[in-house]
């Protein structure tokens, strides 16, 4: 069966979130996957119209091959290959009211922005939104945005090499004490070294989740993206925040790679009752954004949003910002 698509200026009709919801909603599944589709073979010049009002012949096969063949740059999900527009407009589609709460519930209008711009590039495919969405300020720690408080104890969650953990004592000062989570062998070496010269910080040999035990761990993927995984190659163990940290909590940082939802979730008492200050990252599946604000959002209500991206090449270095009321 053959569709016919008339190309319109829907797409820059999307001047705010509003008329995004609207084209999300009005439009059944199938017919979004056309549009896309049609939007991105004129604009990667792959077929040629004379105007805007024209007619293109559009199989319907060849809309779900196209789109599922676009990838954005993230994971499908935690432990399945590469996400692809097909499976960012299927999110989008199936979640649009949580989209819709979050971005009500955003803070401040760049947060609205970031949500708004992100959610475009996932669903057309199109590169050129990062531009509209970067924020090229600091990651994880924004004064403005998450005070923290004086001599607190700070928790970074995804340590890497220690550098994170420096980050955040420059820009806070004083702190309590320091808790350093990072699974990777090479890396924890790393962070010690690193952070040998300062006082009262605890570099902790494993993994963060919902439940304390042993995990597996890939090791052969590139730069910092190796992750908790079923079909890992290292075993490496994990905690949960509620159980390993006896103190009050007053930040904590998550960077660690599509664990953050169990991470959390394994935080929550902390969350409840401390209320700390946090910078979540938001970007490595497809759905990410959406299950993180549920799962915070759900732990405490009476919290600050705000939404940040801080990569003006991918869709990579998207952060949550939480703070209490």
């Known amino acids: 069966m053959t569709m016919y698509i008339q190309i319109e200026a829907q797409k820059k009709k999307l001047k705010d979130f509003t008329s995004f919801i609207e084209m999300v909603t009005k439009n059944d599944f199938r017919k979004l996957l056309e549009f896309v589709t049609v939007d991105y073979l004129v604009r990667t010049k792959q077929v040629r119209i004379a105007k805007k009002t024209d007619q293109i012949n559009i199989p319907q096969e060849t809309s779900e091959n196209i789109t599922k063949n676009i990838f954005i740059g993230c994971f499908k999900s935690q432990f399945v290959g ?16 949580v989209y819709s709460k979050l971005y009500e519930i955003l803070e401040d209008k760049r947060s609205k922005e970031t949500l708004q711009y992100i959610l475009y590039h996932k669903f057309f495919g199109d590169e050129r939104y990062f531009a509209k969405s970067y924020c090229p300020d600091a990651q994880y720690y924004r004064p403005e945005l998450l005070r923290t408080r004086e001599n607190g104890v700070f928790v970074d969650c995804g340590a890497f090499d220690g550098e994170t953990v420096k980050q955040y004592i420059e820009t806070y000062g004083t702190y309590q004490k320091i808790y350093a989570y990072e699974p990777v062998p090479e890396n924890i070496e790393k962070v010690r070294e690193n952070l040998s010269h300062f006082d009262n910080v605890i570099c902790r040999h494993a993994g963060v989740s919902n439940k304390s035990g042993t995990m597996t761990f890939t090791s052969h993927m590139p730069g910092t993206a190796n992750r908790l995984h079923p079909n890992g ?5 994990v905690v949960t ?6 103190e009050r909590i007053d930040f904590i940082k998550m960077d660690i790679e599509s664990a953050e939802p169990d991470a959390l979730i394994g935080a929550k008492g902390h969350i409840q009752k401390d209320k700390p200050e946090l910078a979540v990252c938001v970007y490595h599946t497809i759905s990410d954004l959406r299950v993180i604000f549920e799962i915070i959002y759900e732990i405490n209500t009476q919290q600050r949003f705000n939404l940040r991206h801080h990569n003006n090449h991918n869709c990579e270095e998207i952060v949550l910002y939480v703070s209490p009321l």
Not at 87 to 97: N, P, V
Not at 233 to 237: F, P
């Open 241 to 246: 925040l509620d159980e390993d940290i006896p």
């Open 82 to 97: 590469g996400g692809t527009v097909y499976d960012a407009i299927l999110e989008i589609k199936e979640h649009i009211d």
């Open 233 to 237: 190659d290292k075993i490496v163990d």
